[in-house]
């Protein structure tokens, strides 16, 4: 049952909302307090948006027996999908809570982005007949709100102003982000296709999707070098998974070792990381 609740929150997705967040507190020597009201907020938001999309995949017929991925809480009728629904509009709504500190603080922009994002988790699987996976938009998305605009925000609400260096460290996050979402992608692409949806990779097939998610990867990693050195072990584990990503199929496993990687830049900067003035 744990397993199945961890799946359907996507626990292990959690550090693209977090990481994030934590360099933008050591780079730009962060207010705590910003800092944990930052990563409540958005880690709810990105709960509720899991918890939405479950729903949603659902009723759209999307999430099937034929399923690679994880199975989800609905599809295996553990939860209603009316019982879930309200419990993502709760997680959206305590995430909005959680903002409030930091809309008092930041003023009317963090108002408009806190609000955005969650309209986006919404929007990500239909609502207001908005429906940014199927359309392939989601990826856009996802580097802007998992990373351009975390660190952008943060370095704001930290310095009081937007720290030219917050663009880069916050692109380079938003590509390793949707490697994460494009491995979902490519691992999902007969069945969301079945489904009607319109994803990078059904839009320009898995060959041109493995060689993009790739450079997305590395870009990723480039992007942040001035920040942290390039470890042998980021490296290492950079180059075996640009390949596991162009020639194997194994995906659940390369979408963990994504993760991973995401972690572990994460992880690198914040202990090695130079501290951005």
Known sequence: MLKIIADTIRVKTLTASIIPVLVAHFIYDGQLWVTIFALLSACFIQIG???????????SGV????????????????VSPKTLKITSHGFFLV????????V??????????????????????GALGINLSRSGIADIAVIIFFGVIPLT?????????????????????GFLANVLL??????DLDTDR?????????????????????????????LHSFVAPITIASSILGVYLAYRILFLEDWNKTLALSGLLHLLVGILIITHGTLLD
Request: proline share 4%.
């Open 49 to 59: 948006t899991n918890l939405y999309n479950d729903v949603k995949d659902f009723e």
């Open 104 to 125: 008092i603080k930041g003023g009317v922009p963090v108002l408009f982005v806190g609000l955005l994002s969650v309209f986006l988790g919404y929007a990500y699987t």
């Open 153 to 173: 925000v943060l370095s704001y609400l930290h310095t009081d102003v937007i720290k030219g260096s917050s663009w880069l460290v916050g692109l380079g996050f």
């Open 63 to 78: 999430d099937t027996s034929y399923r690679i991925g994880p199975k989800r809480a609905t599809h295996l009728e553990i």
């Open 182 to 187: 494009s491995v979902n992608n490519i691992r």
């Open 194 to 222: 079945k489904a009607g949806r319109k994803t990078i990779p059904i839009r320009i097939g898995q060959k041109k999707a493995r060689i993009l998610t790739s450079s997305q990867m590395i870009l990723g990693i480039l």
């Open 95 to 102: 995430s909005i809570l959680f903002g409030i500190p930091l």
